[in-house]
């Protein structure tokens, strides 16, 4: 199973998003994280995996995933631990972050920002927090 949750909205303006994340139980090997792009079309994808691995995807559909990088961290807490996943958007840019440790960079597409949870995973969000960088905002 899939489970995914968004929040529609236009970003144009530079913000952050940081989400405090612990899974509680569930399989090691299934991917957890934050989603963004166009909810119905193009999703993008920052996940890691209770073993250590984090990747870094673009799905067209359930059948079309692309892995844009894929591979194992230093930076994220291993098994049944608290992670903070970093989106950092500016301009049309974004930067990933694991556990305030740069990981990927990357454009932004997109409107919609979210969770994604794969397989039989119990994950806790323990705080999300947004904000808008410089004077980007009008």
Not at 17 to 34: A, H
Not at 42 to 51: D, E, S, T
Not at 64 to 86: C, F, P, V, W
């Amino acid at each position: 199973h899939t489970y995914k949750l968004y929040v529609e909205k236009h970003w144009n303006f530079d913000f952050e998003i940081e989400v405090t994340i612990k899974k509680i139980s569930g399989d090691d090997n299934k991917w957890y994280g934050l989603l963004w792009g166009n909810k119905n079309i193009i999703h993008y994808h920052i996940g890691i995996k209770g073993n250590g691995q984090f990747a870094y995807t673009k799905n067209k559909s359930k059948q079309d995933m692309e892995i844009i990088y894929q591979g194992e961290s230093r930076y994220i807490n291993k098994h049944n631990a608290l992670n903070k996943l970093t989106i950092r958007k500016i301009g049309n840019k974004i930067e990933l972050y694991i556990n305030d440790n740069l990981v990927h960079k990357a454009q932004f597409e997109g409107n919609t920002i979210g969770f994604k949870i794969y397989g039989k995973l119990k994950v806790e969000i323990d705080k999300i927090t947004f904000c808008y960088l410089q004077d980007s905002v009008g």
